[in-house]
T-cell receptor, first 113, second 118 residues
Framework: GQQLNQSPQSMFIQEGEDVSMNCTSS?????WLWYKQDPGEGPVLLIA?????ELTSNGRLTAQFGITRKDSFLNISASIPSDVGIYFC?????????????FGTGTKLQVIP | DVKVTQSSRYLVKRTGEKVFLECVQD?????MFWYRQDPGLGLRLIYF???????EKGDIPEGYSVSREKKERFSLILESASTNQTSMYLC?????????????????FGPGTRLLVL
C-alpha cells in the first residue's frame, strides 16, 4: 500500500523541549493512530483519533485529527530521555478495515539530556 | 490489557530452510495481520486473516504463506527462506473489520521477531 508523508524524518532535541511532528496524506482518513516504537520492539499505541478536529491527550502527548481529514499532528511537551524512539502515524480510509491501513515512514526522536 | 505475543524475538536461519513464526493474541480478536518492517520502507502487509481458516493476501505475499487454525493463533510460514526475507516481522490483531471510525477500534502489535537469513 501507499505510505503517508511524515515529517520530520528525524530530530535531535534538548531534554525539556517540546516536539511537534505531523503526517499528511493525499486521501482522507476516518481514523488516525499514533505509535511509538523502541529499538527492537513492536509499536505501542499512544493515541487514537476518530473524528475530524478531535484533540486528544495522553499525559505529555497531544494529537490532533486535522479538519481536512488528510493530516494529523503529534506534540510532546517537556521531553524526557525515555521519549527516544521512532514515532509513526497510521491512517484508516473510510471503507475497509485494518488491512487497508496506511503507515507513515516514522520520525526518529533523539533527546539530549 | 490486550496482549499480542510472538514466539521468538530473534531467529537465525539458513537459506532454503522452512521457517515458522507464531503469533498469539489473548483478546478474542477476529482479525490478525502479519507485517514486515524494513528501514526506509515502513510497515508492509504480508497477509491478514479475518476469521479462523480464512486468509487474504496483503501487499507483499510472495514467498510467504499463513495458517490460522485457531482464533487466537496466526502463523507465518516462509516455505524456503531467502536472504531478502531478512527483516523485522510484526504481528498485529484488531477487533473490528469493515468501516473504520468507531471509537475504541484499533490495532495492537506484538513485540516483533527479528529474522536473519544467512
Amino acid at each position: 500500500g501507499q505510505q503517508l508523508n511524515q515529517s520530520p524524518q528525524s530530530m535531535f532535541i534538548q531534554e525539556g523541549e517540546d516536539v511537534s511532528m505531523n503526517c499528511t496524506s493525499s486521501s482522507i482518513f476516518n481514523t488516525w493512530l499514533w505509535y511509538k516504537q523502541d529499538p527492537g520492539e513492536g509499536p505501542v499505541l499512544l493515541i487514537a483519533l476518530y473524528k475530524a478536529g478531535e484533540l486528544t491527550s495522553n499525559g505529555r502527548l497531544t494529537a490532533q485529527f486535522g479538519i481536512t481529514r488528510k493530516d494529523s499532528f503529534l506534540n510532546i511537551s517537556a521531553s524526557i530521555p525515555s521519549d527516544v524512539g521512532i514515532y509513526f502515524c497510521a491512517g484508516l480510509p473510510p471503507s475497509g478495515g485494518y488491512q487497508k491501513v496506511t503507515f507513515g515512514t516514522g520520525t526518529k526522536l533523539q533527546v539530549i539530556p | 490489557d490486550v496482549k499480542v505475543t510472538q514466539s521468538s524475538r530473534y531467529l537465525v536461519k539458513r537459506t532454503g530452510e522452512k521457517v515458522f513464526l507464531e503469533c498469539v493474541q489473548d483478546m478474542d480478536h477476529e482479525n490478525m495481520f502479519w507485517y514486515r518492517q524494513d528501514p526506509g520502507l515502513g510497515l508492509r502487509l504480508i497477509y491478514f486473516s479475518y476469521d479462523v481458516k480464512m486468509k487474504e493476501k496483503g501487499d507483499i505475499p510472495e514467498g510467504y504463506s499463513v495458517s490460522r487454525e485457531k482464533k487466537e493463533r496466526f502463523s507465518l510460514i516462509l516455505e524456503s527462506a531467502s536472504t531478502n526475507q531478512t527483516s523485522m516481522y510484526l504481528c498485529a490483531s484488531s477487533a473490528y473489520f469493515g468501516t473504520s471510525g468507531s471509537s475504541g477500534e484499533t490495532q495492537y502489535f506484538g513485540p516483533g521477531t527479528r529474522l536473519l537469513v544467512l
